[in-house]
């Protein structure tokens, strides 16, 4: 019945049986449709690992498609390189393979503490003999 639901919801016309079928296993996966993903992909902070992904396949396709790719090219060229690596992404995922979340970046538990004045003069000095300036 979910399919059915996304059907009608995405669809202007009546899918086929597999389209039906796509429609169905992304739900019980948590896949969100193909141009959702694109848009989230499009839309995520830096760094992008950090951010809460819907499905780590829409994680993964970002990455394939690569950022940079995805944030300079607009979405008539862009899309459809995402699609096919969320296509390839979403059929692992349907065949059981768990993809792995991004591994969140985090800082330092232990900042370092400033230098004072004199070691940071000290420092400049050291690097200005070692640069010849």
């Known amino acids: 019945m979910q399919g059915a639901k996304r059907a009608i919801l995405q669809s202007e016309y009546l899918p086929t049986v597999h389209k039906m079928l796509q429609l169905c296993a992304a739900g019980e996966n948590g896949l ?3 141009r959702a993903a694109y848009r989230e992909a499009c839309n995520a902070p830096s760094p992008k690992t950090n951010h809460r992904w819907s499905h780590p396949a829409v994680y993964h396709a970002g990455r394939e498609s690569n950022w940079f790719f995805l944030a300079n ?4 060229v862009a899309y459809s390189v995402f699609a096919e690596h969320y296509r390839k992404f979403c059929a692992r995922v349907l065949e059981g393979e768990k993809l792995p979340a991004p591994e969140q970046l985090k800082l330092e538990e232990k900042p370092g503490t400033p230098l ?8 400049m000095a050291e690097l200005r003999a070692e640069l010849g300036i």
């Open 73 to 76: 090219n607009p979405e008539s």
């Open 116 to 123: 004072s004045k004199e070691e940071n003069a000290q420092k």
């Open 32 to 34: 969100p449709e193909s």
